[in-house]
């Protein structure tokens, strides 16, 4: 849950989770404009206090520069930290990061910035972490600092095997970098086609940047298709939200086909809905997720994709697919396990597709499976 800031003269506006420690409790930020001199903000920043900027958006940018630049004045009265010397580091740049998400902005519930002129960030308060009805309508109050990390991490474009057009994706949702996946993925949709029904309702689970959910809608474009998608970080349904109305105005998907959930764990976005064709391209690696920027990619002890396999039958139709991709990358052992949860969940394989891929130095096969259940 994030905070409520009352501003003055204005009402009160939502400041995300991820950012809370930027206003203290019960505190109303000091209006300071975008433009003028930096020496009243920054002694105002040097005693903890959060600052709401106005001006142009470009200006603000600016100002973040300055402020950043001096650091050691932003930092000069803090004292030495009562730390051991090696997390030293993390403590002053953890301070700093702080100080300078003090810099605020508000912005509207949809994610139009108040700046003149105004600069929309459509999903803004999904793509800081949030649900996206957590600020239960009222407008947002954000740092510029995340603002522009965010659109600094959606200025690369990356080509997607099978899509026309490239997807964004910041860093905190798998960027679609690895293409053996979405070529295993044409290959798969393509040997399926024929089996599929005239109206096909598919789920993409774990949907990131929605690679997967926007393949299949290219894929079978010339069918009658729903595709949802879905996963539990509010980062990732903003970029397959914001990749989905990219491909719709080029005209590369029909606008509906995809549709993105409210998000959560695995199938409670979907309730007992039944599906044609589910996908998933779980997370491999077999350590904990300690961060958010590690839920796509570690399943501690394989516990999210046993637990898919489990749920999986209750949710496909009678002659319905699962097309479940997974590594060898934490040994053999881990993938053996994964056929015989597949197999107790009364899932059976018909094909796989695999190939050899390397990552980071280091050879390992991926393989796409294709189940379906008894
Ligand atoms: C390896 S990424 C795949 C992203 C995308 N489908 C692709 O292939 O490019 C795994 C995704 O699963 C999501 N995920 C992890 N645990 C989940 C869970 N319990 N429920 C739903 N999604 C989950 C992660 O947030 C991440 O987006």
């Not at 975008?34 to 930096?38: K, L, T, V």
């Not at 009265?77 to 051991?84: D, E, I, K, L, S």
């Not at 949907?207 to 929605?210: I, L």
């Given at each position: 849950m994030g905070k409520i800031v009352e501003i003055a003269g204005r009402g009160q506006f939502y400041l995300p989770t991820a950012w809370q420690d930027a206003v203290d409790e019960g505190e109303a930020p000091k209006m300071f404009v975008?433009?003028?001199?930096?020496n009243a903000l920054l002694k105002h920043l040097r005693l903890e206090h959060a600052a709401l900027i106005t001006g142009s958006w470009q200006d603000m940018r600016r100002l973040l520069t300055t402020v950043e630049a001096r650091k050691k004045e932003l930092l000069g009265?803090?004292?030495?930290?009562?730390?051991?010397r090696e997390r030293a580091r993390d403590y002053w740049a953890e301070t700093y990061r702080q100080a300078l998400a003090r810099l605020l902005v508000t912005a509207t519930p949809s994610g139009t910035l108040d700046t003149a002129p105004p600069v929309e960030v459509p999903y803004l308060l999904e793509f800081l972490g949030d649900q996206r009805h957590a600020n239960q309508g009222l407008p947002l109050i954000v740092p510029i600092l995340a603002v522009r990390h965010l659109q600094e991490m959606l200025g690369p474009k990356y080509p997607v095997f099978g899509l026309d057009h490239p997807l964004v994706a910041p860093d905190a949702v798998l960027q679609p970098r690895q293409q053996d996946v979405y070529e295993l993925m044409q290959e798969a949709l393509l040997a399926l086609a024929p089996a599929m029904p005239a109206q096909i309702e598919a789920l993409d689970m774990g949907?990131?940047?929605?690679a997967l959910a926007l393949l299949i809608a290219a894929t079978w474009r010339e069918k009658e298709l729903a595709v949802w998608a879905t996963d539990i970080l509010p980062e990732a349904l903003a970029t397959t939200r914001l990749n989905v109305d990219r491909l719709v105005a080029r005209g590369e998907i029909t606008a509906g086909v995809v549709r993105v959930t409210d998000g959560g764990d695995l199938y409670a976005p979907v309730g007992d809905q039944r599906f044609d064709l589910v996908t998933f391209n779980p997370p491999?690696?077999?350590?904990?997720?300690?961060t958010r920027l590690e839920v796509a990619r570690y399943d501690w002890q394989q516990r999210t994709v046993l637990r898919f396999l489990a749920e999986t039958p209750a949710h496909l139709k009678p002659d319905g697919h699962l097309l479940l991709f997974y590594s060898d990358n934490a040994g053999e052992r881990v993938v053996a396990s994964l056929h015989t949860h597949a197999s107790d969940a009364g899932l059976h394989l018909q094909h796989s597709w695999s190939r050899r891929i390397r990552v980071a130095r280091k050879w390992e096969y991926i393989y796409l499976y294709d189940f379906i259940a008894s």
């Open positions: 975008a433009g003028g001199s930096p009265y803090v004292g030495q930290p009562r730390v051991a949907c990131g940047s929605g491999w690696t077999n350590a904990p997720a300690r």
